[in-house]
């Protein structure tokens, strides 16, 4: 899978190996977006307003319900022009496909993500970001793991499937089509051995080693979905500088999903019983991008606060997105 739309260049500075913020699938095959109609694609998208889009997504995602999606928290976190400007696709197949040849893309309203999460070392890397209205061009949504089966998945026997349209190689895309790749688990021992940060909540996988890449999750596939018997289990998170390196006997580490933790407090969410972090409206978007002439895309209420809009080369310490990624 490929990267994360923002390439995160190099995010942390482990000793052991450092990592970043852009998985993409490494060794994956191509599939249909039917196969996972509970994924989903984010974008940097001002299409409504001014025209201007990402040439592909950012960061992936799953679909909680009609109107939540599950994905990582440095996807969104800290950026108020990705806040501002991210819409919801599902059903991606191809990423030429956005934005004339999607279902529907549906913008983002509000943002929500642990207080315990920390930007620097990733842990609880887990958000869920509230659409402005329902995604309707599909009604199938993720099932989560529960912590009862950990036990049972935690296992070099199982196979898992990690889901995205990340890069195929660091820095490199060589499909745009939706692929996924297949992994192993890797016992926190080994993999806290290459990440100096604790893994313990966390789920480490490897993929069997080829000539020159092991399978992996890239630069792109950030937010999203790692499957283990039909339920997500793990949300991509980091990985070494050069995905899929063999190297690294972990090279693919997930926030792990089925955690008591988090499963509470993805429940509280979808609740209604916490606060986002950040809520945007459409007046907001407008007064950001100077225009006078309200536009109606079905934006929300709340108030995002005082925020300096980047310059478009400057944006997404954590995206690969430039000047030339825009449309």
């Known amino acids: ?120 070392t990733l842990y609880d890397d887990i958000a869920i970001v509230k659409l402005a209205s329902p995604i309707t061009a599909v009604n199938t949504y993720v099932a989560l793991a529960d912590d009862s089966e950990r036990g049972t998945y935690r296992q070099t026997s199982e196979d898992f499937y990690a889901v995205g349209h990340g890069n195929t190689e660091s820095n490199y895309d060589s499909t745009k089509e939706l ?18 940060t604790d893994a313990s909540e966390n789920l480490c996988m490897d993929g069997a080693a080829t000539v020159t890449y092991d399978n992996a999750t890239c630069q792109g596939d950030s937010g999203g979905p790692l499957y283990w018997n039909g339920k997500q289990v793990g ?47 459409d007046a907001q978007r407008n007064t950001a991008l100077g225009i006078t002439t309200p536009t109606d895309s079905g934006g929300g209420g709340g108030s995002l606060g005082i925020f300096v809009l980047s310059a478009l080369g400057l944006l997404g310490w954590r995206r690969r997105l430039n000047s030339s990624n825009f449309k």
């Open 1 to 120: 899978m490929r990267s994360i739309s923002v390439l995160a260049s190099s995010l942390l500075a482990f000793s052991a190996h450092s990592a970043e913020v852009t998985p993409y699938i490494v060794n994956g095959t191509d599939i249909s977006a039917s196969s996972y109609p509970d994924f989903v694609s984010l974008f940097y998208d001002r299409i409504n307003y001014d025209g201007l889009y990402g040439k592909g997504p950012y960061c992936g995602g799953t679909l909680l319900d009609e109107q939540h999606v599950l994905t990582a928290a440095h996807c969104i976190y800290g950026d108020s022009n990705y806040q501002l400007f991210t819409s919801v696709v599902p059903q991606l197949q191809n990423e030429s496909d956005f934005p004339n040849s999607v279902q529907q893309r549906v913008m983002v309203n509000e943002y929500y993500y642990p207080s315990t999460y920390n930007d620097s």
């Open 179 to 196: 692929q996924r790749t297949k992994l192993k688990w890797v016992d926190n021992t080994t993999c806290d051995a290459n990440y100096t």
């Open 235 to 281: 949300i991509t998170s980091f990985g070494p500088q050069t995905c899929g390196n063999p190297a690294v006997t972990a090279n693919s580490v997930f926030t792990e999903v089925a955690l008591t933790k988090h499963k509470d407090w993805i429940n509280s969410v979808l609740s209604g019983n916490e606060a986002p972090i950040v809520t945007v409206t």
